[in-house]
């Protein structure tokens, strides 16, 4: 999964970074508006986290911006303590979910893992499919109730895989969201990890789809 941080505070972007970097997530930022809206109108993202009072451009201002043009990735604001009509405004803006300064850490990852789920139409941090487990919490893979150990890569491929169960899925939608933008992008090692991550797991989930990339669903025999 990828995310933008759009936040000019450094030290509170680099904290957030590290966090959503030590949870399995690739993470892009942007410390003022109008990079931030530049790279949100360009690049796909299954998250942002957007702070409202940014130089250049405000936070209200690019989320307009956004679901103006149809970008429909949801969005999580964060607003200072007394900032209650900014929450106001920017929920109204189109955002989904906001948090106030200052916050902690492990509040904010809850609720980005929230959005993340209802963006895909999951309900549960557990996301389950045949006997092949994810938790989203804590970044645990199990089969059939046995651990299954995955390097930091392969465990983005498949929570993106679980998270858009039974639709078809490119190789470069997959590269697009499992890299940052900073990454060496080569869409011909996603054939690398999917293979990898078939082999861990033992069971037939990963199903390729001729021409058009991969499918994740559980077919009973």
């Not at 759009?6 to 509170?12: P, R």
């Not at 904290?15 to 942007?30: E, F, N, P, R």
């Not at 789920?117 to 487990?133: F, K, M």
């Not at 990454?183 to 293979?195: C, H, L, P």
Request: glycine share 8%.
């Amino acid at each position: 999964m990828r995310i933008l941080v759009v936040e000019d505070d450094q030290a509170l972007a680099d904290q957030m970074k590290s966090s959503l970097i030590d949870t399995g997530y690739s993470v892009d930022h942007a410390a003022d508006g109008e990079d931030g809206h530049f790279l949100g109108d360009t690049e796909p993202y299954d998250a942002v986290i957007l702070d409202l009072g940014l130089p250049i451009m405000d936070g209200t201002s690019i989320l307009k911006k956004w679901r103006a043009a149809g970008k429909a990735m949801p969005v999580l604001i964060l607003t200072a303590r007394d900032g209650w009509t900014e929450k106001v405004e920017g929920l109204d803006a189109g955002a989904d979910d906001y948090l106030t300064k200052p916050f902690i850490m492990e509040e904010l990852l809850a609720r980005l893992r929230a959005l993340i789920r209802r963006s895909a139409g999951q309900t549960s941090p557990q996301l389950e499919c045949g006997p092949v487990i994810l938790d989203t919490r804590n970044g645990r893979v199990s089969v059939s109730g046995s651990a299954v150990k995955l390097t930091a890569q392969e465990f983005k491929l498949l929570s993106y895989l679980m998270h858009h169960e039974g639709k078809v899925v490119s190789r470069t939608e997959l590269t697009e969201h499992i890299y940052d933008q900073d990454f060496d992008r080569d869409s011909n090692t996603i054939e690398v990890f999917v293979n990898r991550v078939r082999k861990k797991l033992d069971v037939p989930l990963i199903h390729t789809v001729r021409g058009l990339g991969y499918r994740l669903e559980w077919v009973e025999e």
